[in-house]
């Protein structure tokens, strides 16, 4: 099952383990045929396809790359700091999409040369994860908040089925927001803040609307696929915590 499937990735990687487990299926079940379904940033169906068996594996790599195509990203390649409000498994299996962050933290698999991102800071964990804050390790900082609603043996159960242990890693714990950013700021060896290069997200689903600061703006206007709604404001903090709401509409929840 499951475990299995993971233990082999530790040694092989799932790119290659995948292909070889669906030879071996085919070759020796009677199987009629496949349903692909590729699903857009937000999980909604995007496309259905029937597939025979006999082209799972052309048609499936030709699918991928039409799946990537419609997978979330941040609109920076390049950031020094990126505020995630939320984590949580309803959002991505790993609490946040890896193809988001850009950290794969195990399965032997490289990490992409893009997004370049230098700290993350996660806010909080939903309560549709009931505790399960595996992927956790993807964040630099996290917030008090967070750490009070993971439940160990929850996550420590999913770490060790999944064989990413690394991703359930629970990284350094602040007490307020100013002290997360901060921290992470003056870890990356930002000289100047007008220089520094931050995105604030609700999370790595909902990614229509963020804030940035003044060093991206310039880049913003220049480009077609993005729009400045706003001009900038100082961040306003609340007892040391985020006074802007969540970015997007998405059910966050302000502190």
């Given amino acids: 099952g499951a475990k299995t499937a993971h233990a082999w990735a530790l040694d092989w990687s799932f790119r290659n383990m995948i292909p070889e487990i669906t030879e071996r299926l085919l070759g020796e079940l009677p199987v009629v045929g496949g349903v692909a379904i ?20 052309d048609r499936e790599a030709e699918l991928l790359e039409t799946a990537y195509e419609l997978l979330p990203t941040l609109p920076f390649d390049d950031l020094d700091l990126v505020v995630f409000d939320r984590m949580g498994k309803e959002i ?75 991703n359930a890693r629970i990284p350094t714990t602040v007490e307020t927001d100013r002290a997360g950013i901060l921290a ?29 600061s003044e060093a991206l703006l310039e880049e913003a206007r220049e480009r077609d696929d993005l729009r400045v709604v706003a001009e900038p404001e100082p961040i ?12 997007t509409d998405a059910d966050a929840r302000p502190r």
């Fill in 38 to 57: 590729l699903e857009d940033q937000r999980d909604r169906t995007e496309q259905i396809e029937g597939v025979p068996p006999e082209g799972f594996l």
């Fill in 184 to 212: 992470c700021l003056s870890t990356v060896g930002v000289r100047d803040r007008w220089d520094a290069r931050v995105i604030r997200a609700t999370d790595t689903m909902h990614l229509e609307r963020m804030y940035a």
């Fill in 92 to 166: 991505s299996g790993s609490g946040m999409d890896t193809n988001v962050t850009g950290r794969l933290l195990a399965f032997n698999e490289p990490s992409p040369e893009v997004p370049d991102i230098r700290r993350i800071y996660t806010r909080s964990l939903t309560a549709a994860s009931h505790g399960n804050a595996a992927g956790v390790g993807q964040a630099d900082f996290i917030h008090r908040d967070l750490l009070g609603d993971l439940e160990v043996e929850d996550t420590a159960i999913n770490a060790v089925t999944s064989g990413s242990v690394e």
């Fill in 236 to 247: 306003a903090f609340e007892n040391g915590e985020l006074a802007a709401p969540s970015p």
